[in-house]
């Protein structure tokens, strides 16, 4: 099993960037795939991007393409999300998943985050 916490979350305007970061515990992070979703208020959470455990193959949301980057340190057991030109729909709750197979659907993931709140102010 793999603990995960996300960092990174606040508030920012219309325009802005952050970087979330997602810290895992246990020795199995660098085999695992791990992707980011998010949850807005009365929404079913949703696919943002995800990478293999190489970083070879990484996958993004149209939503976000071009404006979100995935990436991680398996030295550091983390996995990023850098976040620019933020609108108002990108608020919600980010939450990092870890699971042996990369992919856009929540149920490959077996591990989960507490998620971070990111709320952009228009």
């Known amino acids: 099993q793999v603990q995960l916490v996300e960092s990174g979350g606040g508030l920012v305007q219309a325009g802005g960037s952050l970087r979330l970061s997602c810290t895992a515990s246990g020795r199995t992070f660098s085999s695992y795939a791990m992707a980011w979703f998010r949850q807005a208020p009365g929404k079913e959470r949703e696919f943002v991007a995800c990478?293999?455990?190489?970083?070879?193959?990484?996958d993004y949301a149209d939503s976000v393409k071009g404006r979100f980057t995935i990436s991680r340190d398996n030295a550091k057991n983390t996995v990023y999300l850098q976040m620019n030109s933020l609108k108002p729909e990108d608020t919600a709750v980010y939450y990092c998943?870890?699971?042996?197979?990369?992919?856009?659907?929540?149920?490959?993931?077996?591990?989960w985050g507490q998620g971070t709140q990111v709320t952009v102010s228009s």
């Open positions: 998943a870890g699971g042996p197979y990369v992919s856009r659907r929540r149920l490959r993931y077996d591990n």
């Open positions: 990478i293999s455990w190489s970083g070879s193959s990484i």
